[in-house]
């Protein structure tokens, strides 16, 4: 167990607002930290599904009704109540990572003049499955001048406040219905120092009720929260270009999503309506950019583009998504992922082994598992039962699983064939491995991409699992086609896609390369 100074006292507080189902994982990802707070504190923001009963489990943690004001203001009603030298806010749908306040608390101990710190997050599918980590935007030397150009942070719930400082400062402005996290940075940063670390510190859940999915509502108030800072900025050359850089880059950057979904709406014919009306008020905040973004989109080949093809958007080098898509929606290659499972669903069952997290083994496995258990490479992960690297795992019990579901992650092992071998051992006479692996893929830019090893065909994969299984007990699949990998590489989410096309698969362009290999 990690200790804390003696001297640190830590709260954390969540906030809900219809958010019930959710909160009992946020809350035991705040009690199952390496370093305990001292207090937990759930602010319900006048939820409608009763969060008081999820609450009634636990009696280390403080509940606060108030009605429903905003996320503002029920984080502000948190801090007044918190009594801890330092204050972390976790919203009710995200998590944690065990190390987080940790890892938080080392940083402050090692940088004392600090009014906050914070660290790397993962996106998780609101099942609770790891998507990717975001790698991390450091503030630099002048972290005022980098939050002018952009929430470098992403993710609240990775920050570590020292309390009387943010109090100091005003706290939360309650008047903002979005980006009062982003203005509190702004704040702090004038003044005082921030320091971060890459280690991974939360899981940010994506689903269809995030807040941030209104373009308009977010851009009005990204805008409104800089332009407050653009008489300071003003004062210094760099903060100036700094303010200017921030202000195009968040009219371009929602402009952009706001037409990408305009184009989905329209391919799709549905919400349409909602979508022009989104996109009229994007384009009265940012005239110029959407005129430059719907230029970009739309244009047709000039003289000097004489491609038999019309690139139209695709005309790019940097992605549209660094995230596979996973900021964006579902990423392709989860689609697939998710096909390929549920073909074998009747495979899940009895004692399953899933690495990462059992998400897939409830979703797919449900009442016919008996056991779940997970297996990681680092120990924190709550759900974790088994640490080790599978082509070096000679602690994993042999002939114990009837079912093993590894996806998207054999390519992370340098000596497939010894974790090929482990897998074999560990399964039971007659159980059977599901695996996915990429063959088409962007690198991870995070926490695995420097063991981002392979990509695999359908004809590796057939060869790496028949060597120890056996020719004629495995079943190689492929999914994707270059419509869908082209796609992918560009960070496009499944839902921007035809779905028709996506169905398409070809065995000499897959995204994913699956297979279903028995142990006689």
Not at 385 to 395: H, I, P, R
Request: with cysteine; aromatic share 10%; glycine share 6%.
């Amino acid at each position: 167990m990690t200790t804390r100074p003696a001297a640190y006292s830590v709260s954390v507080v969540i906030t809900t607002y219809n958010h019930a189902r959710f909160l009992a994982e946020a809350i035991d990802s705040v009690r199952n930290q390496t370093v305990k707070p001292d207090e937990i504190i759930i602010v319900d923001d006048g939820s409608s599904d009763d969060p008081e009963s999820v609450v009634r489990r636990y009696d280390d943690v403080h509940y606060i009704r108030q009605k429903n004001q905003g996320l503002a203001a029920a984080r502000d009603t948190g801090m007044t109540a918190a009594r801890g030298e330092f204050i972390a806010f976790l919203d009710a749908d995200d998590r944690l990572r065990p190390v987080a306040l940790a890892t938080n608390l080392a940083l402050f101990h090692d940088n004392p003049d600090c009014a906050l710190v914070y660290g790397a997050y993962r996106d998780i599918d609101e099942a609770g499955a790891v998507r990717n980590t975001v790698p991390l935007r450091s503030a630099g030397a002048d972290p005022y001048a980098g939050f002018l150009t952009g929430n470098l942070i992403g993710m609240h719930a990775t920050v570590l406040y020292r309390r009387r400082t943010l109090e100091a400062a005003g706290g939360f402005d309650r008047s903002l219905r979005a980006c009062e996290d982003y203005d509190v940075y702004l704040r702090l940063s004038r003044a005082n120092k921030v320091a971060c670390t890459p280690e991974c510190l939360a899981d940010y859940r994506r689903h269809a009720s995030n807040m941030s999915k209104s373009n308009p509502m977010m851009l009005r108030a990204a805008l409104k929260v800089l332009r407050r800072q653009r008489n300071v900025a003003q004062t210094n050359p760099d903060w100036a270009a700094a303010y200017r850089q921030g202000v195009e880059k968040w009219k371009l950057y929602y402009t952009d999503m706001q037409l990408a979904q305009l184009g989905t709406a329209l391919r799709s014919r549905s919400s349409l309506v909602g979508q022009l009306s989104s996109t009229i008020a994007v384009s009265l905040a940012a005239p110029l950019q959407t005129a430059v973004m719907v230029r970009h989109r739309f244009r047709r080949r000039s003289s000097r583009h004489r491609s038999s093809a019309w690139f139209g958007d695709l005309e790019r080098t940097v992605p549209f998504s660094t995230e596979f898509g996973f900021d964006r929606g579902k990423p392709v290659d989860r689609r697939y992922v998710e096909t390929f499972l549920a073909s074998c669903s009747l495979n899940i069952s009895g004692r399953v082994l899933e690495v990462g997290d059992n998400a897939y083994t409830m979703r797919f496995g449900g009442s016919r598992v008996t056991t779940s258990e997970v297996l990681n490479r680092y120990a924190g992960h709550p759900l974790t039962t088994y640490v080790g690297d599978l082509a070096n795992s000679e602690d994993l019990p042999s002939e114990t699983f009837d079912c093993i579901v590894l996806t998207q992650t054999l390519h992370l092992v340098f000596d497939l064939p010894a974790a090929v071998a482990t897998l074999w051992r560990i399964l039971k006479p007659g159980g059977v491995l599901l695996i996915t692996v990429p063959w088409v893929s962007p690198i991870d830019r995070g926490e695995w991409g420097g063991s981002w090893y392979w990509s695999i065909t359908p004809a590796a994969l057939r060869r790496l699992l028949s060597d120890r299984f056996g020719a004629k007990n495995v079943e190689v699949s492929h999914y994707g086609s270059a419509y869908s990998a082209t796609g992918f590489l560009y960070g496009l989410a499944e839902h921007e896609l035809n779905s028709a096309l996506l169905d398409v698969n070809d065995p000499n362009c897959p995204v994913i390369v699956a297979a279903r290999a028995f142990r006689r």
